[in-house]
């Protein structure tokens, strides 16, 4: 199970390409019917360079930096037992398709609730763009029921 | 698209166009897995769910989110939204119908910018809340 010594420890960390199909793909799949997020004339005409990536799916594309599984083993976490308990995003700048994002993320703390009966294990990650600005921080949190 | 939102036009105790999906499905959840790339397999799996003591697979809460998402951007458009804070209060099960609702709580200054705070629901057909939570905006 996880404990206090995991705060800090790197988890993981790598770049993912944007890609526009990605971003079509997961309009399409959450029912977004403004042309911005699938339609590359209308995204121009708001002025945008390309796709934009919608606030949400930088949880998605950090997904593909490591592995749920692996992940978990590093949490000592139980993938029948855990839910999404929290989930924030800081903005910094725009992302789009075309980019190349890098995501690090860390242990940001570890605590339990009632006795232990619920283990919350928070994630910090940090999301630049391949010239090194600043894009986003995440914050997510998992909870785990041991009861 | 929409049209940026100035501090002219927002004031506290204003709500957002509220959002309302069609019920959770089956298929909602297997296109949301492969899109998002959340191949969790409680969310797609109902052998998997029932060894995991649920009765039934049930949504990704991130599909919620994406849905709380989708109603601030319909609002205002992206570019101005600087922070999004949910909490998972609640399973949304197949069958369910999300509705996203929000409304202004305060406007300030921040950053160099006048900028609004927005909590966000989103509730099933029953009123049930499933996510709670909080936006920032920046204003024109």
């Known amino acids: 199970m996880a404990d206090k010594s995991l705060i800090g420890r790197v988890l993981n960390h790598g770049k993912v390409d944007v890609e526009k199909g990605r971003l079509r793909f997961f309009a399409k799949a959450t029912g977004q019917a403004d042309p911005v997020y699938s339609d590359e004339a209308a995204a121009r005409d708001a002025g945008h360079p390309a796709l934009p990536v919608p ?3 930088l949880m998605c594309l950090n997904s593909e930096v490591g592995s ?7 949490l000592r ?4 037992r855990i839910l999404h308990a929290e989930q924030a995003f800081d903005y910094h700048r725009a992302a ?3 980019d190349t994002l890098s995501f690090e993320t860390k242990v940001a703390d570890v605590y339990e609730k009632k006795g232990g009966a619920l283990l919350f294990v928070v994630n910090q990650t940090r999301v630049t763009n391949q010239r090194g600005e600043h894009v986003a921080d995440l914050r997510s949190t998992i909870v785990q029921r041991n009861a | 698209m929409n049209k940026s939102l100035s501090h002219a036009d927002v004031k506290v105790g204003d709500t957002l166009p509220a959002l309302t999906l069609p019920a959770i499905g089956r298929t909602t959840l297997a296109l949301y897995a492969g899109a998002s790339g959340d191949h969790n397999p409680i969310h797609i799996d109902i052998d998997f769910a029932r060894r995991s003591r649920m009765p039934d697979v049930f949504a ?9 998402a989708r109603a601030l951007t319909d609002w205002a458009p992206q570019r101005q939204l600087r922070s999004l804070a949910l909490r998972f209060t609640g399973i949304t099960h197949l069958g369910h119908r999300p509705t996203c609702s929000g409304r202004v709580t305060e406007t300030f200054e921040a950053g160099g910018e006048r900028r609004a705070r927005v909590e966000l629901r989103c509730a099933n057909q029953y009123g049930e809340d499933k996510i709670v939570g909080e936006a920032v905006l920046a204003l024109d």
């Open chain 1, 55 to 57: 606030p949400t799916f």
């Open chain 1, 68 to 74: 749920l599984l692996d992940t978990l083993n590093t």
């Open chain 1, 77 to 80: 976490l139980d993938l029948g």
């Open chain 1, 96 to 98: 789009y398709a075309g």
């Open chain 2, 60 to 68: 990704h809460g991130m599909l919620s989110a994406a849905y709380v």
